[in-house]
């Protein structure tokens, strides 16, 4: 259709807009996001998203308000108020009421009368009413619910020809608000989408989505191509041979039109080469999408003057002025939040923009404005994820004391449930931390045994999913059973099936791929860790994306597929700067750092290694880690081939394991942890293989004598003989 388009501006957009306003024999399909109903006066989702942040939080923080609504999606802030309020939270949705339709309403209406189709990620009615004001009839038309796509999809199923799909149909994908109900009815099918945030898609809607991606010519327009937990993972695991029109919004007229693959890639390439936090992810995102199609084109610059212009020809209506109208029942609403709720919710919204030091000054002011046992505990569980989450063992006292804190509080309001949570929390950090099985074991049973005596409920049933794959997890370390563990989360994985719950999904496929690796199933256990990124991908848990992309480089390496296996840790390293701005956890970078360590000793590439080793040495001191500073120390004997370079890197070691034998706490970690002693008595072995190339007779009796009594002392403290 495009391919005789003669390539100067002017014949190029006369072109697209034949296309946009004419009909065919065969329709195309128009994507349509916010940025749309802009014109009509709606308020943009970051100034709605700052009013609401504002209205239920710390009124004063003005700086820290307009940080929080710039760097957190509506939908994760939507999510957040909902858990920790009420359901009333979508009342705010009400600021969408009262306003008119713009030429792009009217220009779609027009174009749903001709037999095209329109998807939109918009709430508002206001294309409805241009469709109302213009008498198209598009009743039976509009899919909003579950209902209305497994209809759709069943039609799509039946139909052998593009002639047989019902034509000119309105798909709502995050819900609508639907006016002829009342109060908070009105927003029922945009609540039921807040709540599938990290959770599965629905399926008749992916169905009916992917069906028009690939067989149909599409227009985007006024969507950012932002919203990594839904639509894009969609839009972008589609290819399709099919053309694009993409609409990059600029508040400028249009001034640039890019048809090229090439310039795509570039783009693409630039975008990529810029400092994470430079990044334009819209820009990422969109082009990446281009990249997958037949033809493509994207025209930077306003559509909606675009459109204006364009609508002359179909429509003469004068486009009313917007009436918007105050939302006073949620701004009554939010007044009656107390204290307590503001400062929590402030706490929260930080944990999710990974500000540790934010979150837990708000915890604390939580706590102190608590009015009951119930309060106190919540914000203590709180607190204690984020110095676990955020901070590591590095933080390890002050989680330990909030969990304990928070499990006292819990058994004083008579909260069971809670302390099923806390207890789950506990038992999840004495196994990632600490290695200490034998306690994390009897915390996550305990956790079970609680969760078991309460009605089944999907809150519930997914946390004693997520209790099941803790407890394989403790197995998989202590290496007793590895069937019984690999059981545990597939038990725990088919919970998280049945409500759709993707991201626990990933926890679970990620479970089971570890114990795949260590029965040595490498192929069976990638294709798990495969399944945990795409899920993660799918909703944007770059955190979690980080983990499996680890894990898939161990299992790389183990097949000796060392350039793959780089990649694995180069993805991980780049989505854990994603997660934290710029920012990312010392312990996960340390950790990459060890294992490109690894990966360049193998590979032989001895400098590239030893500067990762010391890196990763120099966190691991400062994290007190003391087994995989010795971990780092055994590689980097691998590095070197003088026998002065490796004199050090022995002191070093002395050194480091006559401290950990000096602290009790440190004997105790390997006592709870076998594999740390393995670590240390390989480690040492190792060294008393090299003592008489390295040293002197003389200086080789004392390095001698040093490391038995070492290793002596090691198997003692573990309880060896």
Same mark, same amino acid.
């Given at each position: 259709?495009?391919?005789?388009?003669? !390539?100067?501006? $002017?014949?190029?957009?006369? !072109?697209?807009?034949?296309?946009?306003?004419?009909?065919?024999?065969?329709?195309?399909?128009?994507?349509?996001?916010?940025?749309?109903?802009?014109?009509?006066?709606?308020?943009?989702?970051?100034?709605?998203?700052?009013?609401? +942040?504002?209205?239920?939080? +710390?009124?004063?923080?003005?700086?820290?308000? $307009?940080?929080?609504?710039?760097?957190?999606r509506p939908e994760i802030v939507f999510q957040v108020l909902?858990?920790?309020?009420?359901e009333t939270v979508v009342d705010c949705f009400g600021e969408l009421i009262g306003f008119r339709p713009n030429a792009n309403h009217f220009f779609l209406a027009k174009a749903l009368e001709e037999g095209n189709w329109v998807f939109t990620t918009n709430q508002d009615n206001l294309i409805e009413q241009a469709c109302r004001e213009l008498e198209i009839d598009i009743e039976n038309k509009v899919y909003i619910d579950e209902w209305d796509y497994k209809k759709f999809s069943e039609t799509l199923k039946m139909a052998k020809? #593009? =002639?047989?799909?019902?034509?000119?149909?309105?798909?709502?994908?995050? /819900?609508?608000?639907?006016?002829?109900k009342i109060d908070s009815e009105r927003f029922k099918t945009i609540l039921t989408s807040l709540r599938d945030i990290g959770r599965k898609f629905n399926d008749y809607k992916t169905n009916v989505l992917k069906h028009f991606i690939e067989n149909f010519n599409f227009c985007f327009m006024g969507y950012s191509c932002r919203d990594d937990f839904s639509i894009y993972p969609i839009l972008q695991n589609t290819p399709s041979t099919k053309s694009i029109i993409w609409f990059e919004f600029d508040s400028n007229p249009i001034s640039e039109i890019i048809w090229n693959h090439n310039r795509f890639q570039k783009e693409l390439e630039f975008e990529y080469s810029k400092p994470i936090l430079e990044r334009d992810w819209g820009k990422i995102n969109i082009n990446s999408i281009l990249l997958r199609r037949g033809w493509s084109c994207k025209i930077v610059g306003n559509s909606s003057k675009f459109i204006e212009d364009s609508i002359v020809l179909i429509i003469s209506k004068n486009v009313p002025a917007p009436k918007p109208v105050k939302n006073e029942k949620f701004l009554k609403w939010a007044k009656c939040i107390g204290i307590f709720k503001r400062n929590l919710i402030m706490g929260l919204l930080w944990d999710k923009c990974w500000n540790g030091e934010k979150a837990?000054?708000?915890?604390?002011? #939580?706590?102190?404005?608590? /009015?009951?046992?119930?309060?106190? #505990?919540? #914000?203590?569980?709180?607190?204690?994820?984020?110095?676990?989450?955020?901070? /590591?063992?590095?933080?390890?006292? @002050?989680?330990?004391?909030?969990?304990e804190k928070s499990f006292e509080h819990f058994e004083n309001s008579g909260q069971s449930y809670g302390k099923a949570l806390v207890k789950i929390d506990l038992g999840n950090i004495k196994r990632r931390d600490y290695k200490n099985y034998p306690e994390a074991k009897e915390d996550i049973e305990l956790a079970i045994k609680i969760l078991e005596s309460i009605d089944h409920l999907e809150e519930r049933d997914l946390d004693y999913a997520g209790a099941l794959n803790v407890l394989g997890l403790i197995h998989y370390g202590l290496k007793d059973d590895l069937e019984l563990s690999k059981n545990l989360c597939k038990r725990s994985l088919e919970i998280k099936k049945k409500y759709g719950d993707i991201d626990g999904e990933a926890e679970s496929e990620n479970a089971i791929g570890l114990t795949l690796k260590e029965q040595k199933k490498?192929?069976?256990?990638?294709?798990?860790?495969?399944?945990?990124?795409?899920?993660?991908?799918?909703?944007?848990?770059?955190? /979690? %994306?980080?983990? =499996?992309?680890?894990?898939?480089?161990? %299992?790389?390496?183990?097949?000796r597929d060392y350039s793959t296996a780089r990649h694995c840790y180069e993805q991980s390293e780049f989505n854990w700067l994603r997660v934290r701005q710029g920012r990312p956890p010392i312990n996960e970078i340390a950790e990459i750092k060890f294992r490109l360590g690894e990966l360049d000793t193998k590979m032989g590439h001895k400098d590239s290694a030893i500067s990762n080793l010391r890196q990763a040495i120099q966190i691991f001191k @400062?994290?007190? $880690?003391?087994?995989?500073?010795?971990?780092?120390?055994?590689?980097?004997?691998? %590095?070197?081939? $003088?026998?002065?370079?490796? !004199?050090?890197?022995?002191?070093?070691?002395f050194l480091l394991y006559n401290k950990v034998l000096s602290n009790?706490?440190?004997?105790?970690?390997? @006592?709870?942890?076998?594999?740390?002693?393995?670590?240390s008595i390989e480690h040492l072995n190792k060294i008393a293989s090299l003592i008489d190339t390295v040293y002197s007779s003389h200086e080789a009796v004392e390095i001698k004598r040093k490391t038995d009594k070492l290793m002596e002392d090691i198997n003692k403290a573990f309880g060896s003989t």
């Open positions: 259709m495009y391919d005789s388009l003669i !390539k100067t501006t $002017d014949l190029i957009m006369r !072109k697209i807009q034949d296309e946009l306003t004419k009909s065919s024999e065969i329709p195309m399909v128009f994507f349509v996001g916010a940025g749309i109903s802009i014109p009509s006066g709606l308020p943009r989702f970051n100034n709605l998203n700052r009013t609401i +942040i504002e209205l239920t939080t +710390i009124q004063e923080n003005k700086k820290e308000i $307009d940080f929080l609504s710039k760097n957190l909902k858990d920790n309020l009420d020809t #593009a =002639q047989e799909i019902p034509k000119g149909c309105l798909f709502k994908l995050h /819900g609508s608000i639907e006016e002829d837990i000054y708000y915890f604390k002011n #939580a706590i102190e404005l608590s /009015g009951s046992e119930e309060e106190k #505990a919540i #914000a203590y569980l709180m607190m204690g994820r984020v110095y676990s989450r955020q901070f /590591g063992k590095s933080s390890g006292l @002050q989680a330990f004391e909030c969990y490498i192929p069976e256990a990638i294709s798990c860790l495969k399944r945990a990124v795409d899920c993660r991908e799918r909703i944007g848990n770059y955190r /979690g %994306c980080a983990q =499996q992309y680890r894990n898939l480089g161990l %299992c790389y390496l183990d097949l @400062q994290l007190n $880690d003391w087994n995989n500073e010795g971990r780092c120390l055994n590689l980097l004997i691998d %590095c070197y081939s $003088d026998q002065e370079d490796l !004199k050090p890197i022995f002191s070093e070691t009790e706490n440190k004997i105790k970690e390997m @006592q709870n942890a076998k594999i740390r002693y393995t670590n």
